[in-house]
């Protein structure tokens, strides 16, 4: 699993010696965020413009009460300058902080700001291989324990990231949520959590967790049939479609695709703009290697494929044509081609396509196999999410059917259906 350098929530900044980032980066992002020029800067603080230059040029500021100094005027997190809250601002002043002195069990969390970072990147990689049930609780007791920090968390950058991390938190819980059932009860706390992570992300505006949030709200409506309201979120995710990084690049791209697509292709052009989204994040696939952007999102061949056979699928639907089925099914094979043991979440998924892609063609044996494999992944994965669509897909196989046939009826009654 590639590690992003740990000074990435507060910037990307070049790396500097000793696990550090570049100290001069660090100086020019903060002056430049209290609107600085350097010549202004250096009159404000006595020195010369030379001299601010040659800081921002240095990998490593060597005097240590300069970097004091520095982080005091520029409000620098003294994290960023290899210094502590301590040294900056001494144990005696209690205005830089709401609390005052921070206690024991506070210095514990802020030195736990990683390991809490580390147990969300570690459990979405759980949740991508399907072991839902493995992290689900460790990840519920963890955001508890990050929702009491982010409230008595004194007001500054620390916090911000605190709040950044827990936006991130409500992301996964939000999974959870939606792999425990699809009744009401999950449904509400799913769109609760996801409420939570749009309110900071737009209190600390970060355009790329409002699209991410934004994204994940449609999937969660359209899940829920509101295929409407789930082309508008969608659609506003992509207004902030330039600050993003390619794996949720792709994704929003995907979404406004699949949202598009389910509420309605009225006309040529409603289709060449939603195949002109999936070529673009094909595109995003093909045109560089996918690093991780904190999304925690993937974007790869399989699920490209996967999407473009759900579209094709959707408009065979619409309108019955025989090659459109047939490019369904080849964009599914290159789904299967592609697939990954590191992605088993999405086995249930392609199952389910593949499903309806031999449904529509008439293949119902076919169809129900692969419901059954559905069915035996979700539930190996300890999720319910998926458990109305396969119902639906038994009831639509014995209206095909017309009789009774064994590989539809032990569908059925691994679903619970005793007709």
């Not at 100290?23 to 020195?47: N, S």
């Not at 508008?232 to 794996?247: D, F, I, M, N, R």
């Not at 999102?297 to 579209?311: F, P, Q, W």
């Amino acid at each position: 699993m590639h590690e992003q350098p740990w000074w990435y929530r507060y910037g990307r900044y070049t790396s500097g010696p000793y696990n550090s980032p570049h100290m001069g980066d660090v100086l020019a992002d903060y002056r430049k965020r209290r609107h600085w020029t350097q010549q202004a800067f250096a009159e404000a603080i006595g020195v010369s413009w030379r001299t601010v230059r040659e800081w921002e040029m240095t990998d490593v500021i060597n005097d240590i009460g300069r970097r004091i100094f520095l982080a005091k005027v520029l409000k620098i997190p003294p994290v960023l300058l290899g210094l502590t809250r301590y040294q900056v601002y001494g144990e005696q002043d209690h205005q830089e902080y709401e609390a005052g002195l921070l206690s024991a069990a506070e210095r514990l969390e802020a030195d736990s700001y990683y390991h809490f970072e580390d147990t969300l990147a570690l459990a979405w990689e759980l949740f991508y291989e399907g072991r839902l049930l493995v992290v689900a609780d460790r990840v519920e007791r963890r955001l508890r324990k990050l929702e009491a920090i982010v409230e008595r968390w004194p007001v500054g950058p620390e916090q911000e990231a605190w709040r950044e991390l827990l936006a991130r938190y409500y992301l996964l819980a939000v999974q959870f949520e939606r792999h425990r059932g699809l009744d009401e009860t999950h449904r509400q706390a799913a769109l609760r959590l996801n409420a939570q992570a749009l309110r900071l992300a737009q209190a600390l505006d970060l355009p790329a967790l409002q699209a991410h949030v934004l994204s994940m709200r449609a999937d969660i409506q359209h899940e829920q049939g509101r295929r409407g309201l789930a082309k508008q979120l969608a659609l506003a995710s992509l207004q902030y479609l330039e600050h993003t990084q390619p794996p949720l690049q792709g994704n929003l791209l995907l979404m406004a695709a699949a949202t598009v697509a389910a509420a309605g292709i009225s006309d040529q052009q409603d289709e060449r703009q939603v195949r002109r989204w999936q070529d673009q994040a094909l595109t995003l696939v093909y045109k560089r290697k996918i690093e991780p952007d904190g999304s925690y999102l993937k974007l790869n061949l399989a699920g490209v494929h996967h999407d473009r056979a759900k579209l094709l699928l959707l408009l065979y639907q619409q309108r019955p044509r025989g090659e459109l089925l047939r490019d369904a099914r080849q964009e599914m094979a290159a789904s299967w081609k592609h697939f990954t043991p590191e992605l088993q979440v999405w086995q249930v998924h392609f199952a389910l396509t593949e499903a309806q892609i031999e449904l529509a063609a008439g293949d119902l044996e076919a169809s129900a196999q692969a419901g059954m494999n559905a069915l035996e992944a979700a539930r190996q994965m300890g999720s319910c999410k998926y458990e109305g669509e396969l119902k639906r897909l038994y009831s639509r196989l014995g209206q095909k059917a017309g009789q009774r046939q064994p590989q539809i009826e032990r569908l059925g009654i691994a679903l619970g259906c005793y007709n």
